[in-house]
């Protein structure tokens, strides 16, 4: 138990907010104005929020940059959720809120409700993550849940629990049970595959990952067979230009990493044959989801002060697999040569410029003279050229 303590304590101290000073102003909206509202209703609305502060006389928030301010700090300390949209409500029962998700999310209680009417609906929620509204006003029928369900529906995609499909059709990522197979890129051409290593990765940043890519990158599910391709640990996007598709997954890599990083989700691109893969939305790929797991791991603590994520990629450029026995290279053990694998098992080549072509800029010096003799060769002309190695030209 003592070691328990603290650990709990030590946890604590590491917070960002720890030790921070802040006004007395923020404590008596938290006290006077919040919990008492609390009582009463889960949502407020920022515009109520902010005239009935400015009518209190003991809070000591009279503008709407102060107002702000505060319900930043309380949302970042849990107390609250809130948003920087100026029409969106604030959810000051947190628990309200996460029993609105789990009516979604949980099987024990759907078993109670579900009948030849929803039946359909039910197994597409369940097998596949597809929640229908018709559906979503079955599981909140007997609660005040869906008479709140702007409000809910807004902080749910907002923290990435899910995602609008279209005004009657949202995807809930942690209810998808779908099994990926590789046999589907058998008609594609694929890059080499990127690789963001963890010391350690909770499930729920793949699931954020995916759909901040289709709210944020504007990418959509791609289809086939009339079924969007989104399973269990892997997700096929499409993107803006629907030629470019974008696999993300999740993969342990525990026999094959070093200790330090056994987990990694895993980017690769694809297009449908006999097109060819474009490396500048590769480049562009490989920069907007690196920002955005950035972004997402920004609550990461490691005791031994290491980054929550590094870069590496598969040596082999094959379409992915889960079950992969490939090894990761790590970036900066990565060189655009040509190099033997020893990770692997046998020992094979690794064509390192054709890795890296896809996520990397690389810039090589060309040498161009028609020059017969040393005295000429000093006036030769050095040009820069970007090397696309799939498209290699001889000089």
Same mark, same amino acid.
């Given at each position: 138990?003592?070691?328990?303590?603290?650990?709990? &304590?030590?946890?604590?101290?590491?917070?960002?907010h720890?030790?921070?000073?802040?006004?007395?102003?923020?404590? +008596?909206?938290?006290?006077?104005?919040?919990?008492?509202? &609390?009582?009463?209703?889960?949502?407020?609305?920022?515009?109520?929020?902010?005239?009935?502060?400015?009518?209190?006389?003991?809070?000591?928030?009279?503008?709407?940059?102060?107002?702000?301010?505060?319900?930043?700090?309380?949302?970042?300390?849990?107390?609250?959720?809130?948003?920087?949209?100026?029409?969106?409500?604030?959810?000051?029962?947190?628990?309200?809120?996460?029993?609105?998700?789990?009516?979604?999310?949980?099987?024990?209680?759907?078993?109670?409700?579900?009948?030849?009417?929803?039946?359909?609906?039910?197994?597409?929620?369940?097998?596949?993550?597809?929640?229908?509204?018709?559906?979503?006003?079955?599981l909140?029928?007997?609660?005040?849940f869906?008479?709140?369900?702007?409000?809910?529906?807004y902080?749910m995609?907002?923290?990435?629990?899910?995602?609008?499909?279209?005004?009657?059709?949202?995807?809930?990522?942690?209810?998808? %049970?779908?099994?990926?197979s590789?046999?589907?890129?058998?008609?594609? +051409?694929i890059?080499?595959?990127?690789?963001?290593?963890?010391?350690?990765?909770?499930?729920?940043?793949?699931?954020?990952?995916?759909v901040?890519?289709i709210?944020?990158?504007?990418? %959509?599910?791609?289809?086939?067979k %009339?079924?969007?391709?989104?399973f269990?640990?892997?997700?096929?996007?499409?993107?803006k230009?629907?030629n470019?598709?974008? =696999?993300?997954?999740?993969c342990?890599?525990?026999?094959?990493m070093?200790?330090?990083?056994?987990?990694?989700l895993?980017?690769?691109?694809?297009?449908?044959?006999?097109?060819?893969?474009?490396?500048?939305?590769?480049?562009?790929?490989?920069?907007?989801?690196?920002?955005?797991?950035?972004?997402?791991?920004?609550?990461?603590?490691?005791?031994?002060n290491?980054?929550p994520?590094?870069?590496?990629?598969?040596?082999?450029?094959?379409?992915?697999?889960?079950?992969?026995?490939?090894?990761?290279?790590?970036?900066?053990?990565?060189?655009?040569?040509q190099?033997?694998?020893?990770?692997?098992?046998?020992?094979?080549?690794?064509?390192g410029?054709?890795?890296?072509?896809?996520?990397?800029?690389?810039?090589?010096?060309?040498?161009?003279?028609?020059?017969?003799?040393?005295?000429?060769?000093? =006036?030769?002309?050095?040009?820069?050229?970007?090397?696309?190695?799939?498209?290699?030209? &001889?000089?």
């Open positions: 138990m003592e070691e328990l303590k603290a650990c709990i &304590a030590s946890t604590m101290k590491s917070e960002n720890w030790g921070e000073t802040v006004p007395i102003s923020w404590r +008596n909206l938290e006290k006077w104005i919040l919990k008492t509202e &609390a009582q009463s209703r889960n949502i407020y609305p920022f515009s109520d929020l902010l005239r009935d502060v400015q009518n209190a006389n003991d809070v000591g928030i009279d503008n709407e940059e102060d107002l702000r301010s505060a319900l930043t700090f309380l949302h970042e300390t849990g107390v609250i959720l809130c948003s920087s949209d100026k029409k969106s409500s604030i959810i000051l029962n947190v628990q309200w809120f996460v029993d609105a998700f789990n009516c979604i999310k949980m099987d024990e209680t759907h078993n109670t409700i579900k009948d030849q009417n929803n039946f359909k609906d039910f197994d597409e929620l369940h097998n596949h993550g597809i929640l229908s509204k018709k559906l979503l006003v079955e909140w029928r007997t609660s005040n869906y008479e709140n369900k702007r409000s809910l529906i902080h995609r907002e923290l990435d629990m899910l995602v609008e499909l279209s005004e009657e059709m949202w995807y809930v990522p942690c209810m998808n %049970k779908q099994q990926y590789c046999e589907m890129l058998e008609n594609c +051409n890059s080499s595959t990127l690789c963001f290593l963890f010391e350690f990765l909770p499930f729920v940043i793949y699931h954020r990952l995916v901040s890519c709210t944020n990158l504007g990418m %959509k599910p791609w289809k086939s %009339k079924r969007m391709n989104i269990h640990t892997v997700t096929i996007l499409c993107c230009d629907k470019h598709r974008v =696999l993300i997954g999740i342990e890599n525990k026999e094959q070093d200790s330090d990083y056994p987990y990694s895993e980017i690769q691109t694809n297009v449908t044959k006999p097109r060819q893969i474009d490396n500048r939305k590769t480049l562009k790929l490989k920069t907007r989801i690196y920002q955005i797991l950035n972004e997402l791991t920004l609550v990461f603590s490691s005791s031994k290491k980054n994520f590094r870069v590496g990629y598969r040596c082999q450029i094959k379409p992915f697999s889960i079950t992969s026995e490939d090894s990761i290279i790590k970036e900066e053990d990565m060189s655009a040569s190099i033997d694998c020893h990770r692997c098992y046998p020992v094979h080549v690794m064509d410029a054709s890795i890296l072509c896809f996520w990397q800029v690389i810039i090589i010096f060309i040498f161009i003279s028609r020059a017969i003799s040393l005295k000429e060769c000093t =006036l030769a002309t050095f040009k820069f050229y970007s090397w696309k190695v799939t498209k290699m030209h &001889a000089f």
